[in-house]
């Protein structure tokens, strides 16, 4: 089956960086659609990004525009997120999610879309 685990995540001052790891492991030799959310206390699980592992497709949320980068690593099993200027309200429990598929366009955005999950990574700003 499928693995992901994150790592990563910590307590970091506003406009300060982190850069979020997920590692892929099990069947990697698919295409993936792979995403990272984030939940805060209370809150719903929201979208942050998605990347295609079969090319360079990227979209991110509005609030993170300009701010985050999704990126793959070169054997494509690791994605990763940079994250810079970093304001309080980023903070979040962050997970990385995975689909098998042919696409990664509109709509999945949904965590519906996504079947892999990872256990998550804290992220605060404060």
Known sequence: DVQLVESGGGLVQPGGSLKLSCAVSGYTSRNYCMAWFRQAPGK??????????????????????????????????????????????????YYCAAVIDFACGLG??????????GQGTQVTVS
């Open 108 to 117: 999945y955005n949904s965590p519906d879309k996504y079947r892999y999950w």
């Open 44 to 93: 719903e699980r929201d979208w942050v990004a998605n990347t295609y592992t079969g090319g360079s497709y990227t979209r991110y949320a509005d609030s993170v525009k300009g701010r985050f980068t999704i990126s793959q690593g070169a054997a494509k099993n690791t994605i990763y997120l940079q994250m810079n200027s970093l304001k309080p309200e980023d903070t979040a429990m």
